[in-house]
C-alpha cells in the first residue's frame, strides 16, 4: 500500500476545493501570487518564534521592533506606504499581546515540526506547530492567528490541525496531549478546548478518510489519459467565497465564474486613521 503525505493544510485544500489541491499537490502548479495577509501573518509568527525562543530575562519590547523590520517585506502591499503602516501595526499587535500572555512563559519548543504514520491506513501525518506550553503534567497545542475574525470555541473544537496536532505530540513525544487553543493575537483573545480520546479518535478517523480518498484519486490519475474529462471527474473545482483569494483563480474558470479576483491586499482590514 502506497502511503499518503498529508499536512493539516493539505487535508484542507482536498476538502475544500479538490481543484485547488490537483494545483498545489498533483501539479504542483508554481505560484505567482503574493498575498499581504501572508506577509503581514508571518512576519507576526516569526517574531513571536523569535520572542518565546529568548530566555524570560533576555526579552524586551525593542525585540520586536527589531525582528518585525528586520523579517519585513513589502510584498502583497498597496504601495509602500500600505505596507510601512502594516508593519507599524505588526509591532503594536505583537507588543499588546505579548503584554497580556508573557508572564514568563517558557514554551516547551516554538514551530516544531512532528510527523507521525498511520500503518492501518497506510497515511503520515506532518505539520509545524506554532507553540507547545507545559499543562501541568501535560502539554498544551497553542496556535496562532493573524486574521480578521475573532475564534469561536466551536473553531477550536472543530479544528482538524488542532486535534492532530494533539495527536502527534502523543505519538511522538509520548506526552499526555488533549488541551489545544487558538490565540487570535490582533485581538488577544484566546479560546481553548479540552479534547478527550474519543474525539482525537474521530479526527484520527477523517484523516484516514482522506487518505484514502486522495490515494484513491491519484492512483486513478495516474493510469488514465490525463484529460479535461478526467480532471473534472476526479479533481472538482468546488467554488466558494474565498475563490477571489485563490493563488489558481487565473487558471480556473469556476472560480472565474463565481467571483472576481480580489487584490492581493484586500485578506487586510482597513487600518483605522488617527
Request: hydrophobic letters at 35%.
Amino acid at each position: 500500500m502506497r502511503y499518503v503525505k498529508l499536512s493539516p493544510t493539505k487535508a484542507a485544500a482536498w476538502v475544500d476545493c479538490p481543484r485547488r489541491f490537483f494545483y498545489s499537490y498533483v501539479e504542483r502548479r508554481r505560484v505567482k501570487s503574493s498575498w499581504a495577509h501572508f506577509t503581514y501573518g508571518n512576519v507576526v509568527h516569526r517574531a513571536l518564534k523569535e520572542w518565546f525562543d529568548l530566555e524570560p530575562d533576555q526579552r524586551s519590547t525593542e525585540l520586536i521592533e527589531r525582528s518585525v523590520f528586520a523579517s519585513w517585506s513589502d510584498d502583497g502591499f498597496r504601495d509602500i506606504e500600505h505596507s510601512r503602516a502594516w508593519r507599524d501595526r505588526a509591532v503594536v499587535v505583537v507588543t499588546d499581546y505579548l503584554a497580556q500572555v508573557d508572564s514568563g512563559v517558557e514554551p516547551l519548543a516554538t514551530e516544531r515540526t512532528l510527523a507521525f504514520k498511520d500503518d492501518a491506513s497506510g497515511f503520515v501525518m506532518e505539520g509545524r506547530i506554532d507553540r507547545l506550553d507545559n499543562d501541568g503534567t501535560a502539554v498544551m497545542v497553542v496556535d496562532y492567528k493573524t486574521g480578521k475574525s475573532v475564534p469561536s470555541s466551536d473553531d477550536v473544537r472543530g479544528s482538524e490541525a488542532l486535534a492532530m496536532y494533539a495527536v502527534m505530540v502523543q505519538e511522538v513525544l509520548g506526552r499526555p496531549c488533549s488541551s489545544v487553543a487558538l490565540h487570535h493575537v490582533p485581538s488577544g483573545s484566546i479560546v481553548s478546548w479540552q479534547h478527550s480520546a474519543q474525539s482525537l479518535t474521530r479526527q484520527v478517523d477523517r484523516m484516514r478518510a482522506i487518505a484514502s480518498d486522495v490515494r484513491r484519486v491519484e492512483d486513478t490519475w495516474e493510469s488514465i489519459d490525463q484529460d479535461d474529462q478526467g480532471l473534472d471527474e476526479l479533481f472538482p473545482p468546488r467554488p466558494g467565497g474565498l475563490c477571489g483569494f485563490c493563488d489558481f483563480w487565473d487558471v480556473c474558470s469556476a472560480g472565474q465564474r463565481h467571483t472576481n479576483r480580489r487584490q492581493s491586499w484586500e485578506g487586510l482590514p482597513e487600518l483605522q486613521s488617527g
